[in-house]
């Protein structure tokens, strides 16, 4: 394991020596909000905060390009038309910079996803292979914090390739994965292990500041017992507007839509884009004769923590949760739904 | 499919269109890649996404058997944007395919059994291939029988199909309509009543038995109390769930029925497969 | 889709400023387009089975027409495509011609605008549905408006037919300008005597049903179901016992009433009947004037009448009327001249307008028909004919010329030679126009039978000398010199405008009118009695100045559309009307609020309210689709997706 | 398409069938000389014009949009351009907030005879936007991501502290939760710390002892009701076979403050609710705040707040073991500073003594506007440009707005009609918020709730705010949300609009 320190005016310069070689995204505060941006020399220091919305864009896009399509006719015989179909699986190499633990776990998540089934997913994972990721451990966790509860905290290396975390007058970097330690071992970045033991002292002093972890052991059990329980869902979603903003803001939601924008016979084609899709939208299910299985919206909350607490737990092989404790869906819930509630209910009531 | 991106489709064209009924026309397709039509693998059972580009992709299942490979058939009705846009296709144009998705019937295991389809409306399209896969393999399976109903005799899909399957001497195909209509006489193999009902009156008898039915599902959740008042076991029924599928490739995660993807881990379930999900269909 | 394109030449019409074949060129690029060509005259006989034969040839579903308006020849091409077996709704037009031919000549220009005209409409036909007509009854009956002659041709000649007329009067009698008038030019025939028979046949006729001294306050419904609400004004006269004898006139003490129907060239009495062939011929009393009804101290003519028929207390009437075409009759009036300062703006009393000197010519007029000067009661030995007073005058912003006072100033000039031998006439005109038959031949004789003088040139004042007449200067353009006449009376050819109250009427009518209160005609030359508004018809000098001919002939003309109209067992609908997805519907009934025609009613589907159009109701306005948030309402043929789609073949930044 | 390089400016007209086209023929006819630029899309009517079109083609690259109908009065279907009047006018005012020059919209009436009218229309139009050049594009603007951080003063004084009448509101809901009558009662309780409310669904009696009230009550509960009258009535149809008669649905309770009111009373107004499906709860509010205000007053957005105390305009807040005390001044929401109806008006149990503000204080204009009419045109482009990037389309702003009733059938999922596509530009996103101000002119009773619900804090409600001025001006002073008995104005009009003038292209 390569270990190195940064001080603190080090980390702009060695920024803007990755930016030579990568495409670099950090936070940076926009309004009240902190938001992964490419950042390019000349730019501040990243926000050491933990995003508004999680990174998993960088790897899993708002919205891209699947499939360029587009149709030309013969000049000569106009009724010949021949299909053109190109998709640009192609990748840059990315760092991935600053995010949170809980962040960095998300990919792990995504990864069972993406790339556990019978199918994987080119787009992801070219991103993913060409992504390092460089996470800032936690040091401030708030109130809606519950990373310890599924079997993270605020310094799990899962997911990530360097470790860095504030310490006196800089930074302390682990390289976690071979990828992050090379990248460590070629940065010509001092040694750092001496601080090792201060990193560590300051990152069990963070745990310790997470809200109090709960057993969530019993999770998938419980809910799958309380699947058919419409009345308990039905009062604990009572207050959801159906909105998008918990399943868009959250490391692990892997949810997509695909739509065809664009015209084939236009001149410049049309593009088969996959989108964000958010699993509590009434649309996500409906079928085209107007069926829906998850038609009200307790159903619909229903999958949504049945997928982060139990299905998920069935299709990984580890058992793992589909949520890392970021809080992000509490904190920024326009009616402040906590999805700690609801599990916490489920297994005790 | 393509190895390399299960998204991506290959393109193919449209070699012949059937208008079936008044709501279902079947296209038969052929990819543009002749090798890769030649290598064409698929089992009966498994769908496919037709794309029809600016409009969207949508699924069908290959309803040819894998025996018969001049092209792939499939069966659509209109119902929303891309199954609308698909009926003004022409012979000639061009669309996306992605197939063959999905599982399939187990009928490596249903060998030496009798096997009891029942299709209703467009639930035919699935029995189509597993059926005329299993005739063309006959001699390993016991009596083969088709319960195939409809509405009207004008909304009975593959009309052409129908004369030679009344006419194989391995199939005891029997056709009903909802309600008497004219120029329908009933007889033994033209009958006048709901699927249930009419299945009572046949009443196959459920030991060694395999009972396949597909349709509506209103039609499966009647027909299924029937074919348990037959005292067919779970195990011995299998069913294709339709979902709204976007990717079909397992990835964009909303064809779930708990931990289950009907995408990749369906179409086909057996009915004690199906009890033991979350009730959420 | 398979797309045909024709874009046609118009001979050199589009051809002139527009590279055609470079645009059917172009064309072959668009989307779905699988055949495209350009053409000599698509609208004529070859240009058209052209059109079919492509469509044949070439399995075309959908039918692209470049060419001009598509208000000129959509309804040709619809058939066209029609006739090539595709559902007439398959077709979009370009309008290539008025819109760009026609107003450049930058061909560079011209050919990329049409090219993209023809480009939004491929797009647009590429979101073409087939529609389908339905047919429905409409009310053998027709509503004419105005019974001037015009109205009255139109009347009786549906009348004749065998349709049911209702005739709607705004003055009490009908009649109109024409009965006015002493004599017609060009055979100096009496007015009254060639009108009168056909206003006795109005009254007469079975099938019309005449409402004068009224007016239509509101139309609502569509062609062959409109619904009239005709305001009939209290007369204070219970006409149904009125026999017209005349005796409340006699004895009405209210002598100083001004008298509309003269022109007020005199007074006449509070109660009265304009004329003695007024059809009604029905007393009516003026309230302003009526000293009963305004101070309570009178009923004179109550007291005299023999049938009891005076009611002061009458109030004014709401009548409805269900007619299935209408006719707009209205006529013509005056502009106001006073405008002209040089002219005395109005302060001289002998200084007046041609319609006022019919009145003093007229032996049914204030005079008897001696003709004699407002102002004293003289003959006049010298009159002054102006022409063009509010006609094509730009400086007042008349630019238009009034088609019939060359005419009638002759015919004027002649009858005063007539009426007052030793009289001399001048008259000051810009040009002479007698276009008609035999109209030249009458102005020659008025000048070299009757002397009268003519003299090309404005007037630039008129002056009262002090002694009772007056100093008309202007200048003869034709000697290039000033002209002073000495006239005891001046006669001024005013120009014609749209009747008082067209432009409400119209409003009324939902028609397009114009500045001058003139009603537009659905094409000046082939559709001269239409409107844009099916069922609504014109006819006389209420769509432009007329003379009596014209006017009578655009009556019958008239008469044959709606007869046409009616005569079919049943019309078609327009499907082209509003559609609701009632999966997209939330039932908030905005549209129901904003709906003008109330075409939207709310209905209830398993509980759940629904708006539902009432087809035979929605008139396709399109307004609702404005007012849908969501979109469930759209119209078809201009559902939101086809003008984006044409918005997007536009702007693509 | 692309236009004539160097010649020609895009310029799109959307014309009436009836008047404007047939003028543009008559011009035609006419040889009527004029400008290349213009492209003609043919409407049946003006009021067919939906404000969103020539918006998208501005949007999208044109340079000038024109529309043309038949004069007032003179419409072929009686009022579409009475309707399209006001609309359009709306447009034409909006459009200076996000950055482009109103000018290069404009609106006529041109009827079919007026060919020469239209010649002089198009020259004087194309002649205008060919002064003002090619139009900036919105995707080419430089972005402005910060925030104005000022604070408006209040309007009245503000107030952290118990209301007294808690306990009768409380007792009021009891009874009437007793009463069997209701669905459930909707308010606020305590959420996962001291300083987040969240909404409180009472459905027995006892639920009614977890309300609360006061500056944290922040949520719009107007937000809800349409929902919970639906559930009310699905709940009364259970067991309901077809044919038989459907039972009445029980009554939807809610607690509301002045501003929630206005939402109720909006919905009134629309038809969208029945006064009688609904039992309203009022309570006078003396201010709700913003928690980030109280966060950056903490100075730490990771602090753990275990108590919150007010008293008077003063709130203490005790986080990770610190107490620290601020003024209601300091951290009042953005629309409470303004608010001038702090008690219900439209109501079925009031508690305690109405709150009430002085007729004639007049509130400072929002911060955001203050700053947005500061900017320039380019500027503002840049600051929507900057803003907008962020958004990840959650729709929380639309899920959030009361007045949001279409739900699943929202445009914005939609592909018939296809107003927006799935594309995340920058523009496309606007698009989308631009629909939604649209939406809301004249239904906007400025709850700010979508401003609220922005996770990434985009201040979407700017441009409701736009509308809302727009409508205060030309209306009279119309303020959506109080007055259940006035038509929207949108969804009317006057013959004589008095503050809306003719515009005369062709003179300028």
Redesign the interface.
Known sequence: MTICFLATEGLVPWLAKLAQNYRVFAPRREGKAIIFRPWKEGDKAPVPLKATVAPKGVMFPACETLVSYKTTKDPQQLDKVSLTLKAPVKAEPTVLFGCRSCDARGFVALDKAYLGGKFKDPYYEARRNATLIITHTCDNPTPTCFCTWVNGGPASPEGSDVLMTAVQGGYVLEGISQKGNDLLAGSGLPDGSDKLNEARALRTEAAKRVTPRKDLSKAAERLKARFTDMDFWIAQTAKCLSCGACTFMCPTCQCFNITDEGDPASEQGGQRLRSWDYCMSPMFTREASGHNPRMVKAARMRNRVSHKYWYSTEYSPDGRFSCTGCGRCIAQCPVSLDIREIVVKAIEE | MNE??????E?ATVVEIVQETHNIKTFRVKLDDEERMKAFHFEPGQVGQL???????STFVINSPPTRMDYLQFSVMK?????SALH?L?V???I?VRAPLGNFFPYAKWKGKDIFFIGGGIGMAPIRTIMLYLLDNKKDYGTISLLYGAKTPEDLSYKDDIKEWLADPNLNAVLTIDNPAEGWTVDDTHKVGLIPNVLKELAPRPDNCIAVLCGP?IMIKFTLMALKDMNFPDEQIFTTL???M??G??????C????KLVC?DGPVFSYDQLREL???? | MRIGVFICHCGSNIAGTVDCAQVAKNATAFPDVAFATDTMYACSEPGQDAIVAAVKEHHLDGVVVASCTPRMHEPTFRRTVERAGLNRYMFEMANIREHVSWIGKDKEANTNKATELVRMAVEKLRRDAPLYTKKFDSVKKVLVIGGGVAGIQAALDCADAGIQVVMVERETSIGGKMAKLDKTFPTVDCSSCILGPKMVDVAQHPNIKLLAASEVTNVSGYVGNFTVSIKRRATYVDWSKCTGCGLCTEKCPSKKTPDKFNEFMGPTTAINIPFPQAIPKKAAINPDYCRKIKDGKCGVCAKVCPTGAINYEMQDEVITEQVGAIVAASGYDLMDWTVYGEYGAGRYPDVITSLQYERLLSAAGPTGGHIQRPSDGKEPKSVVFIQCVGSRDRSIGRPYCSGFCCMYTAKQAVLTKDHIPDSQSYVFYMDIRAPGKMYDEFTRRAMEEYGTEYIRGRVSCIQPNGRGQYLVRGVDTLMGKPVEVLADLVVLAVGVEGAKGAGKLAETLHISYDHYGFFMESHCKLRPVETNTAGVFLAGACQGAKDIPSSVAQGSGAAAKVIGLLSKPQLESDPQISVVDIKRCVGCGKCVDVCPFQAITKQSIRGEVKAQVIEAVCQGCGLCVATCPQGAIQLSHFTDNQILAEVNALCQC | MSVLTGKELRIVGFLCNWCSYGGADTAGVARATQPTDLRIIRVPCSGRVNPLFPLKALLSGADGVLVSGCHPRDCHYSAGNFYARRRLELLKEFLPIIGINPDRFEYTWVSASEGQRWQQVVTAFTDRIHKLGPAPRFKDAEPIYDLPGALTSLVRPLDCGGNPALDELKQQIRDALADGHLHCVVGWQQGYDPIHATPLHMRKPEDVDRLIWGPFNIHSTANMITQLIKEAQDAAMVGVKRGDPIPPAKKVGVVVKGCDSKGLVELLQEKLIDRNAVEIFAMGCNGTVSTDRILAKIGNTAARVSAVSGKGDTLTVTADGTEYTMSMNDIAQDKCRACKMPSAKVYDHFAGEPVTVAEDAVPEPAAIMAYLDSLTLDQRMGFWKGQMERCIRCHACRNACPMCVCREVCVADSREPHWVTQDDTVTNKFFFQLIHALHLAGRCTGCGECNRACPVGIPVGALKMQTGRIVQRLFDGYQPGTDADAIPPFLGYEVEEKNIPEHHIERA
Do not use: H, M, Q, W
């Open positions: 390399l991106n299960p998204l991506l489709p393109v794309s029809l580009f600016g409009v969207g992709e119902a929303g944007e891309v199954t003004k022409n000639g144009d061009k996306g599902p339709e979902k709204r976007k990717c490739v397992g990835l964009c995660g909303r779930n029925i708990g931990g990749v979350p009730p959420e269909l």
